[in-house]
């Protein structure tokens, strides 16, 4: 029996688990001084005839024992002295729009458009727009109503017959559609009117803002244009989650395999030997997967015969019917219940 399992799962000890941790902290050390060397060589000083960046390394560390650096930037003569000039000025227009608080206070206080002041009316007081046009249709349309009634009466065409009705009909519509249009182009001129209105009170109220806005900003100095180099390049620390998980899988996958191997899968194969014919149909099993193989080249897998046909309970060992039937057909036998089973001992075993 002993030949058998060193054919299926191999005499050899597996190789031993890389150190993950070690080789991520390697890494990442290995990076953090790259980053290190980076930033030092970023480290440029620049001399422009506007102004100056001068960096100057601190003999003092942070607590990942990096270097800390300071940068002191310094104008030329003359651009400090357009500052201290810019800052009098500065000084002077934000004491001049301090006067216009109050005024601003006032128009904050009542926040919003005072809607009162938009066009709400047409033509005359208390007449909206739509009304007004309306008003100049309506003799058009009685013009057209005593037109219409002498053009039928002409014509012979009577009240009260079909004729009658549908050239009345026709007006009408014509009517409509005019009274319709006359309503449409009311509002859109009303609501012209009132947008109008609602951007020029808006413009109001904002436009003393705005120009306090424009005094407390005043002008400022041009600072020195100067060369952008790389930024600190970033780095990450040792990954000891992913590293540990992964020692741990490796560690747990060779303790799983050497316990399944102990426990079940040797057991399973000592146990054939007492055995005629195993139910080893693919059809009774389930949780099916292929643990190594026999001498003869037949697979071998690990399974869980399915409930509710007074079959072992637990993990299995063994081969799969369909299989065996295809390589060594006497093997295999159909059995009372309607499944195959295999003879352990034509494989072999």
């Known amino acids: 029996m002993g030949g058998i399992v060193d054919a299926v799962f191999g005499g050899d000890d597996a190789p031993p688990a890389p150190d993950y941790t070690g080789a991520a902290e390697?890494?990442?050390?290995?990076?953090?001084?790259?980053?290190?060397?980076?930033?030092?060589?970023?480290?440029t000083n620049q001399i422009t005839p506007y102004g100056n960046l001068i960096y100057t390394?601190?003999?003092?560390?942070?607590?990942?024992?990096?270097?800390?650096?300071?940068?002191?930037?310094?104008?030329?003569?003359?651009?400090?002295?357009?500052?201290?000039?810019?800052?009098?000025?500065?000084?002077?227009?934000?004491?001049?729009?301090?006067?216009?608080?109050?005024?601003?206070?006032?128009?904050?206080?009542?926040?919003?458009?005072?809607?009162?002041?938009?066009?709400?009316?047409?033509?005359?007081?208390?007449?909206?727009?739509?009304?007004?046009?309306?008003?100049?249709?309506?003799?058009?349309?009685?013009?057209?109503?005593?037109?219409?009634?002498a053009?039928?009466?002409?014509?012979?065409?009577?009240?009260?017959?079909?004729?009658y009705a549908n050239a009345k009909r026709m007006l009408q519509q014509g009517q409509n559609d005019a009274m319709t249009s006359a309503i449409i182009n009311g509002m859109n001129t009303g609501m012209?009117?009132?947008?109008?209105?609602?951007?020029?009170?808006?413009?109001?109220?904002?436009?003393?803002?705005?120009?306090?806005?424009?005094l407390r900003t005043g002008s400022q100095v041009s600072s020195p244009s100067y060369v952008n180099t790389p930024q600190q390049a970033?780095?990450?620390?040792p990954d000891y989650l992913g590293a540990t998980n992964a020692q741990y899988q490796n560690q747990l996958s060779a303790y799983n395999a050497d316990q399944a191997s102990n426990s079940n899968m040797l057991g399973g194969l000592m146990n054939l030997g007492a055995q005629i014919y195993t139910a080893s149909d693919i059809n009774l099993k389930e949780n099916i997967k292929k643990v190594g193989?026999?001498?003869?080249?037949?697979?071998?897998?690990?399974?869980?015969?399915?409930?509710?046909?007074?079959?072992?309970?637990?993990?299995?060992?063994?081969?799969?019917?369909?299989?065996?039937?295809?390589?060594?057909?006497?093997?295999?036998?159909?059995?009372?219940?309607?499944?195959?089973?295999?003879?352990y001992a034509l494989l072999g075993v």
């Open 57 to 149: 390394a601190n003999p003092e560390k942070d607590s990942y024992g990096n270097t800390l650096y300071t940068a002191t930037q310094t104008l030329s003569p003359a651009q400090q002295d357009i500052l201290n000039r810019q800052s009098t000025l500065s000084s002077g227009l934000l004491g001049t729009a301090q006067q216009g608080l109050d005024y601003a206070s006032g128009l904050l206080s009542k926040p919003g458009v005072d809607t009162s002041k938009l066009a709400s009316i047409g033509i005359n007081p208390g007449e909206t727009y739509s009304d007004a046009i309306m008003r100049r249709l309506q003799p058009q349309m009685a013009q057209q109503n005593e037109m219409s009634d």
């Open 151 to 163: 053009q039928l009466a002409n014509q012979g065409i009577a009240p009260g017959t079909e004729a």
């Open 234 to 237: 970033n780095t990450a620390g």
């Open 192 to 214: 012209a009117a009132n947008q109008q209105g609602f951007q020029q009170e808006a413009y109001n109220q904002m436009q003393p803002i705005n120009v306090i806005n424009a």
């Open 293 to 343: 193989s026999l001498i003869n080249g037949l697979n071998l897998y690990s399974y869980n015969y399915k409930d509710g046909y007074d079959l072992p309970k637990g993990k299995q060992v063994g081969v799969m019917a369909q299989e065996v039937e295809k390589v060594i057909p006497e093997a295999v036998v159909d059995m009372p219940n309607g499944f195959k089973g295999v003879n």
């Open 26 to 43: 390697a890494t990442a050390k290995g990076n953090l001084e790259a980053a290190r060397a980076t930033a030092a060589a970023n480290r």
